[in-house]
Antibody
Framework: QVHLVESGGGVVQPGQSLRLSCAAS????????MHWVRQAPGKGLEWVAV????????YYADSVKGRFTISRDNSRSTLSLQMNSLRLEDTAVYYC????????????????WGQGTRVTVSS | EIVLTQSPTTLSLSPGERATLSCRAS??????LAWYQQKSGQAPRLLIY???NRATGIPARFSGGGSGTDFTLTISSLEFDDSAVYYC???????????FGGGTKLEI
């Protein structure tokens, strides 16, 4: 069964750092672009960052640009999000999500989501 | 930047009725629109991609339509289990970032 499992969330103070990880299984990880999407408490979904299937291209939401870094290790089927200079407004559940396959026509959508990992930034 | 506006914010219906949810884009997104269902305490689940294509395992009660700037998600013959928040989403090849609508809460 295909799976995405996030880890690394926790409680940190403003200005501190945190690194999230996402372990993928049961699909060819290196064939898919991967994204992080977050959801603040009681709010909607907010896209955060994407890394291309090869890892060579990254793109970020303006709200995290310069503070967050997305990366992947295709040999280990893992996705990471390094979060520096955390702010109160970064408090959210962070989801790892997979682009649909290009052949299926669903590559512009997200066909698999992890269960999420909670990040709380609090003083 | 494309903005997706969903309406209504909340929709209350009874089992067996039909729900029609709307998503309007600030400019044309062609058919590059997806719909997700998020139940309380769970991750989102892909329902519809490419505006009208059901994702794997999604019942035929769920259907999507529209193109350009106006899209709808229709759920026929509602069940209690359909209670959730529904989001629309757009993404292009470049820039590769995604945009989500604000969501519609469906209460059955």
């Amino acid at each position: 069964q295909v799976h995405l499992v996030e880890s690394g969330g926790g409680v940190v103070q403003p200005g501190q750092s945190l690194r999230l990880s996402c372990a993928a299984s049961a699909f060819t990880f290196s064939n898919h672009g991967m994204h992080w999407v977050r959801q603040a408490p009681g709010k909607g979904l907010e896209w955060v960052a994407v890394v291309s299937s090869s890892g060579r291209v990254q793109y970020y939401a303006d709200s995290v640009k310069g503070r967050f870094t997305i990366s992947r290790d295709n040999s280990r089927s893992t996705l990471s999000l390094q979060m520096n200079s955390l702010r109160l407004e970064d408090t959210a559940v962070y989801y790892c999500t997979k682009e649909g396959g290009a052949g299926s026509g669903s590559y512009l959508s997200f066909d698999l989501w992890g269960q999420g990992t909670r990040v709380t930034v609090s003083s | 930047e494309i903005v997706l506006t969903q309406s209504p914010t909340t929709l209350s219906l009874s089992p067996g009725e039909r729900a029609t949810l709307s998503c309007r884009a600030s400019q044309s997104v062609s058919s590059h629109l997806a719909w997700y269902q998020q139940k309380s305490g769970q991750a989102p689940r892909l329902l519809i991609y490419g505006a009208s294509n059901r994702a794997t395992g999604i019942p035929a009660r769920f259907s999507g339509g529209g193109s350009g700037t106006d899209f709808t998600l229709t759920i026929s013959s509602l069940e209690f289990d359909d209670s959730a928040v529904y989001y629309c989403q757009h993404r292009d090849d470049w820039p590769p970032g995604a945009t989500f609508g604000g969501g519609t809460k469906l209460e059955i």
